[in-house]
């Protein structure tokens, strides 16, 4: 038996053409991974909770 929240937007148009990551941990992989390949070394990425989806989205962290 699934036991997840049902959030509002699940196919929300903004969380379509991002990867969604079940867990913060798959999300925390992808990050380092996209960090590492950036030739420039100057990837940062941010995982934040999705309010739409409840996944995890990585974004561009701004300094
Ligand atoms: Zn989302």
Sequence with gaps: ????????????????NKNCY????????????????DIKQELKLKIYRCANCGKFHLTRAKN
């Design 22 to 37: 079940n867990s913060r941990q798959e999300a925390e992989k992808v990050k380092q991974e996209q960090e590492l390949m």
């Design 1 to 16: 038996m699934t036991n997840f929240i049902k959030f509002q937007n699940p196919d929300h148009p903004k969380c379509q």
